[in-house]
């Protein structure tokens, strides 16, 4: 093996050590995929990067210590370049200085970021390649794998003597706790069906990936990707992703940096996940819906808006395939008759604390 492609598989392992993995495949999209990604310079670098967001010369130090020797101004030089095409993590809250840590694999990290003209047809080409190699293995693995959690638009709550909302399934508390600043960019998955020439379905609105957490939302700043705006805007963005009967599914923790308002037409996890006969079990959810059939006037709304195809018509009444609903409570305000209603599990799945007790539980899981 030459010392370039040596690089890159050992890049690839040390990847696939961190949560989430970046698994080896049998056709080489990994590696393929990994050279679109990072120069064999940056390859490097990234291979010495921790866990823990550090400053440029603790990583300098650990460069040199291990045979890679390498000036700060250089190393500075290539940390900058990672940072605006996402293959690392930057820490500006609480540090007089920016630091960094290793990349996240998954599709929530490094890959959501490549967006706008770093989307281009070749990544989109390469990125399902991977993904079809790899996304079974996800879909046949415990519900805390997925990063995303699906919570309820928040009109479709039923009257609060009725049960507790959680602050986590409350998308208004999640904002509202949030310590900002915000941010918002285009959903890579509308984007990646955009670059093909196919169009959505299920919306015209291109802007709703929101970060709600600060290094988060400076991070697609400094990229390039993103721009700040207010809590308002947020709850604009939020209600007009509502009429479209868009799904809101925050990172999986209880305080999430991010949240994603999804679609079943692109979406890179509701729309595999909607092949699934049950995805309901794949879901970390604490809702669904009933119908009440003597409300209903069949008009089929709810049918034509659900994301993961969970409605239906049955003598001119809509039902629930409740191994398909995932409780984001669109079709209750969608519903002109009230028929449909939400309705509490009787287990309550509660969310990792943070997004360091996520990863946690995904290294758990995922490793090969």
Do not use: W
């Amino acid at each position: 093996m030459d010392n370039e492609k040596k690089v890159y598989r050992d890049l690839q392992k040390f990847l696939n050590t961190l949560p989430g993995g970046f698994s080896a495949t049998k056709s080489g999209s990994d590696i393929r995929l990994l050279k679109y990604l990072f120069t064999p310079e940056e390859a490097r670098v990234a291979m010495h990067l921790s866990t823990k967001p550090e400053p440029a010369k603790q990583i300098h130090n650990r460069l040199n210590k291990s045979g890679t020797p390498i000036s700060i101004k250089e190393l500075q030089k290539i940390l900058d370049k990672m940072l605006y095409k996402g293959t690392l993590r930057p820490y500006y809250e609480g540090y007089d200085e920016t630091h960094y840590r290793a990349p996240d694999p998954t599709a929530g990290g490094m890959i959501s970021v490549q967006l706008n003209d770093k989307l281009t047809k070749e990544f989109v080409s390469l990125l399902n390649e991977y993904t079809a190699e790899t996304f079974a293995k996800r879909t046949s693995s415990p519900k805390i794998l997925n990063p995303l959690r699906t919570v309820p638009v928040r009109k479709s709550f039923p009257h609060p003597e009725k049960f507790s909302v959680s602050t986590y399934d409350d998308i208004r508390k999640i904002i509202e706790n949030a310590p900002g600043p915000f941010a918002v960019a285009n959903c890579i998955c509308r984007q990646k069906t955009k670059r093909f020439g196919v169009k959505c379905t299920k919306t015209n609105l291109e802007e709703t990936c929101l970060m709600i957490n600060p290094d988060h939302a400076r991070r697609y700043i400094d990229m390039g990707i993103g721009r700040f705006i207010s809590s308002e805007e947020v709850f604009d963005i939020l209600g007009r992703a509502q009429e479209d009967g868009l799904v809101i599914q925050p990172e999986n923790s209880q305080r999430p940096e991010a949240i994603c308002v999804c679609c079943g037409d692109c979406c890179v996890f509701l729309k595999p996940l909607k092949a699934h006969p049950r995805p309901a079990e794949l879901f970390l959810t604490n809702y669904y819906v009933e119908v009440d059939p003597e409300l209903c006037n069949g008009c089929e709304i709810c049918v034509d808006k659900c994301q993961m195809d969970a409605r239906a018509m049955v003598d001119g009444v809509s039902v629930v395939n409740l191994d398909r609903c995932i409780g984001c409570g669109n079709c209750v305000v969608l519903c002109s008759s009230n028929a449909n209603r939400l309705e509490k599990k009787d287990q309550e799945n509660l969310p990792p604390e943070d997004k360091e007790a996520y990863y946690m539980t995904l290294l758990s899981q995922t490793q090969d």
